[in-house]
């Protein structure tokens, strides 16, 4: 071979490689490169959310207001590939929300509604792994969610009101999860919802509140998640209250929670394990008066110390969790009312206070699912649940009053049964 044409054979091979444009050296495409995110946010100041609506006169096409306020967030989202995740999130701020509707009549709905977080994160993948490491600290000023409504008469009436030191929602679907998440709050969470009013064809309000707040959901996901979740601020507390001279169908709830953890999955094995401690004062409080009402007014007032749930179809799940609660926890739920029984005016009320709580679920289209762990629950807190209802007479009444230190359920089922 000549020199000359072996020469620019030769170059011609290890051109590709030396320059890195061989197969060999070449970049994966893009959908096969995980999203690999740092993300750090810290939070010192107060921050405030303030929506006031006044209309003294009719208003014909309704009324809807909201706030919203977060210390820090952050979002991430990945749809064909993996995400690999690192955050930091801190906020010491007061965070405050808060939602003011006054009006005539207002035809016909008035709507109002507050959220206020100190810390939240959304992650989330689709046909890709998810792998997160995440811490949520809230220390400092408190958290709170406000929501005061006040008209003469409108069809539809709901106020909401939500308050979280800090938040977390997960999603991973057709493929695997890899958590590890530390929520602490040493911080106040209030959440309030008052609705006054003359008159109204349905009636709702609600308010919840927790210092942390984990939910992870799967579909065709393996599910790997530790988690440890610490409240020892001095409260966290949900308050509802309702007054009406006249109404229909009202319902009204409250539901304060100090540590929450949800694992939602379908078709893949799941696992969760950590601990849930608390030390805050939790109270859930619902108060409704009604002078007069027809339908059925349904009250509620919920407080929990620490809460899990693992929940699987079609697949094993396993749980290995340690609860503490060490604060006291108070549900009540009160109903005045006055001539329902005129109207056939019915009142359901429900009071409910626990210590701990976990639930474990597992359900199989075929074959056995199998729920296996082991859970430890320690109460060392007050646990009171009040119910009173009060009326000259009623079309109907069922009132409930449950106090529970420690709670485990523990199902396995097929699916129809």
């Not at 999955?265 to 009402?293: F, M």
């Amino acid at each position: 071979m000549n020199r000359r044409i072996l020469a620019t054979t030769l170059a011609a091979t290890l051109a590709p490689i030396l320059l890195g444009a061989g197969p060999a050296f070449a970049d994966p495409p893009a959908s096969s490169r995980p999203s690999v995110i740092l993300n750090d946010q810290l939070n010192w100041g107060d921050v405030f959310a303030n929506m006031t609506v006044t209309s003294p006169n009719p208003v014909t096409d309704g009324l809807a207001a909201s706030a919203a306020s977060a210390g820090v967030t952050a979002l991430a989202s990945r749809s064909g590939g993996d995400l690999d995740m690192t955050s930091r999130q801190s906020s010491s701020g007061t965070i405050r929300a808060r939602t003011t509707i006054n009006a005539g009549d207002a035809c016909c709905s008035a709507v109002g509604a507050s959220t206020a977080h100190a810390t939240a994160l959304e992650a989330s993948t689709v046909d890709g792994a998810l792998a997160l490491d995440a811490q949520q600290t809230a220390v400092g000023g408190e958290i709170e969610s406000v929501t005061r409504i006040n008209v003469r008469q409108t069809s539809l009436l709901a106020g909401a009101s939500a308050a979280s030191a800090n938040t977390m929602l997960l999603s991973a679907e057709n493929g695997p999860a890899t958590v590890t998440a530390a929520q602490s709050s040493t911080t106040s969470a209030r959440a309030i919802t008052d609705v006054d009013a003359c008159c109204s064809g349905l009636t709702t309000a609600v308010s919840a509140a927790s210092a942390n707040s984990f939910a992870l959901r799967g579909r065709t996901s393996t599910i790997d998640a530790r988690l440890a979740q610490s409240s020892t601020g001095p409260t966290v507390t949900a308050s509802t209250d309702v007054f009406q001279m006249r109404g229909h169908d009202v319902v009204a709830a409250s539901n304060a929670t100090a540590n929450s953890a949800v694992i939602d999955s379908a078709w893949g094995y799941a696992s969760v394990a950590g601990e849930q401690t608390n030390a805050s004062y939790v109270r859930g409080e619902t108060v409704v008066t009604l002078r007069d009402w027809e339908g059925v007014a349904a009250v509620s007032g919920a407080g929990v110390g620490n809460s899990a749930m693992i929940t699987n179809v079609g697949s094993d799940a396993r749980a290995d969790l340690s609860q503490t609660n060490l604060g006291g926890v108070d549900g009540v739920a009160s109903f005045t009312g006055g001539a329902g029984a005129n109207d056939g005016g019915a009142v359901v009320l429900n009071a409910a206070a626990v210590g701990n709580s976990f639930t474990g679920w597992v359900c199989s289209a075929c074959g056995d699912a199998r729920l296996q762990g082991a859970v430890s629950q320690t109460n060392g807190g007050s646990i009171t649940a009040t119910g009173t209802i009060t009326s000259p007479g009623v079309g109907g009444a069922i009132g409930s009053a449950t106090a529970v230190g420690n709670s485990a359920t523990y199902i396995t089922a097929r699916r129809g049964d």
